[in-house]
């Protein structure tokens, strides 16, 4: 740094500032001491910057796939809503959901230099009492049901199913079918939960349960043997990709969308607009979800407080060509 406000003819104080981005200094000085940086490799030493100011500027981000599109495109709002504010983000895949490895990765994150944690995972692996924190950071989590034990961000799951299941029951369908994810997903189970309980709000009686893994092969599977019940007219699957093994299945069946089963989604994935037909779904706001994220562990981190609670990420549902009138009788 002397070496370069030597070369600029400043001082070592407007080297700092410079280097640093503060305001205070003109741009011909800036520019200045940027090109005497550039003309002797000057580089600002990270490393040292933050053992100084005590922070790392790096948020860790722990989960446990990055297969399904809610976690990668939860995981690419994250980093992008970081890196506007000036953070970068380091990823520890877990690979396999038990408390073993969730314990070793917040280990691992203890002893790499991260300011927090945003964490995308089921909120039982949270519950162990032998699961401990790294020293002074802050967590959030995103997609749980963690309640008051952690800052929770999450999109509203419930709302965005009761808007489905209520769309189709307003289009004239006597009850609505559920193609559900996975037993082991909050997501899943809450969706599910939410479907049933508007029907039994409606007076209807709940047809039975049908589970997929969120793959669009599991869809088609399940498909084939919704496609076999002449009474179903209604389908809410719990994500896109279901929908659209969904769709096939109905298809190779003879079964037409809409005129014969109408199909809604949940996600609204850039491509569900091209199934055949469009799919109706719900739209979850990733971005938002990825900026409330970031935004709450940098709250904590000024406050050096926890903060407990959730905060939902309205939903809206998407009209489209897949849900119609049930034929008539």
């Known amino acids: 740094m002397a070496d370069v406000a030597r070369l600029a003819g400043v001082s070592s104080q407007t080297v700092s500032r410079v280097s640093n981005g503060y305001t205070g200094v003109t741009e011909e000085t800036r520019q200045q001491v940027l090109a005497a940086m550039k003309e002797l490799g000057y580089r600002p030493n990270s490393a040292a910057r933050a053992l100084k100011r005590g922070e790392f500027r790096t948020i860790g981000l722990i989960t446990f796939t990055l297969s399904t599109t809610g976690n990668v495109r939860t995981i690419d709002a994250i980093a992008t809503s970081a890196a506007q504010e000036g953070y970068a983000v380091t990823l520890l ?52 049901d963690a309640g008051d034990r952690y800052t929770v961000v999450d999109t509203d799951q419930a709302g965005g199913t009761r808007d489905a299941v209520k769309h189709l029951l307003d289009l004239g369908h006597r009850t609505v079918w559920h193609l559900a994810g996975p037993e082991d997903s909050y997501a899943a189970q809450r969706r599910a939960d939410a479907w049933r309980a508007t029907l039994e709000e409606a007076g209807r009686v709940p047809p039975p349960l049908v589970r997929g893994d969120w793959s ?112 008539s009788r």
Not at 235 to 242: E, L
Not at 246 to 272: M, Q, W
């Open 93 to 144: 895949p877990v690979a396999v959901p038990t408390q073993d490895e969730v314990r070793g990765a917040f280990s691992r994150l203890g002893e790499l230099a991260v300011d927090a944690v945003i964490v995308i995972m089921e909120v039982h692996l949270l519950d162990a009492a032998a699961l401990s924190l790294p020293p002074h950071v802050q967590v959030v989590v995103a997609d749980s």
């Open 216 to 327: 669009a092969e599991s869809g088609y599977r399940a498909g084939l043997g919704i496609a076999d019940r002449p009474d179903c007219t209604a389908v809410f699957a719990a994500n896109d990709q279901m929908a659209l093994g969904l769709l096939r299945a109905l298809h190779e069946r003879g079964r037409k969308v809409p005129e014969d089963v109408s199909v809604i989604g949940f996600d609204d994935i850039p491509e569900s607009g091209s199934f055949q037909p469009p799919l109706t779904t719900v739209h979850q706001d990733f971005a938002e979800v990825g900026r409330r994220c970031v935004e709450g562990v940098l709250r904590q981190m000024q406050q050096s407080t926890p903060e407990r609670g959730t905060t939902l990420v309205p939903t809206r549902l998407v009209l489209r060509q897949s849900t119609a009138r049930p034929p």
